[in-house]
């Protein structure tokens, strides 16, 4: 991850097929100096579960609205579990997206499969909606007036 730049990964099941959880290089890295992992540790023991989550909202607009959470999305506590796993996608509007980066530092962007599975696209995180909004937003003009001459 490391070599590559990468900070998260998604993790789908062996065949690609269906989405079922992340891995964050500073989970890893956690897991690893504290001794609850090793190299050779599956990255199932180190990723955020998604499979642990208690239901898909696949109305990701509706966190604009929604009271921010504090907990971590795929942490490995009772309260965690019942929290729900939010579809991202291309068309989920930028107000969601910054409102779901108020709880969490990542989210897979997903695409709907045939089977009803999702499939992850790419990764985006908060420094990625930060540098796009520094890239898209140029700043205004201003207007000087100076002796009567506008600079």
Known sequence: MRD??????????????????????????SY????????SSP??????DFTALDKLVDDPAALADAPARKSSIGEKTPSARKRPFVEIT?????????RFFEWNSAAV???RREDDGLKAVAVVTKVDLLTWLVKVKKPA????????HEK
């Open 4 to 29: 590559k730049g990468f900070d998260q990964l998604p993790v789908s099941t062996a065949t690609g097929s269906r989405l079922i959880g992340l891995v964050t290089l500073g989970n890893l890295l």
């Open 32 to 39: 690893l100096s504290s001794g609850r992992a090793v190299p």
């Open 43 to 48: 990255v199932s023991e180190v990723m955020f």
């Open 90 to 98: 291309l068309d989920t509007r930028l107000s969601a997206l910054q």
């Open 109 to 111: 962007v997903t695409e």
């Open 141 to 148: 003009e201003k207007t000087v007036v100076v002796s009567g």
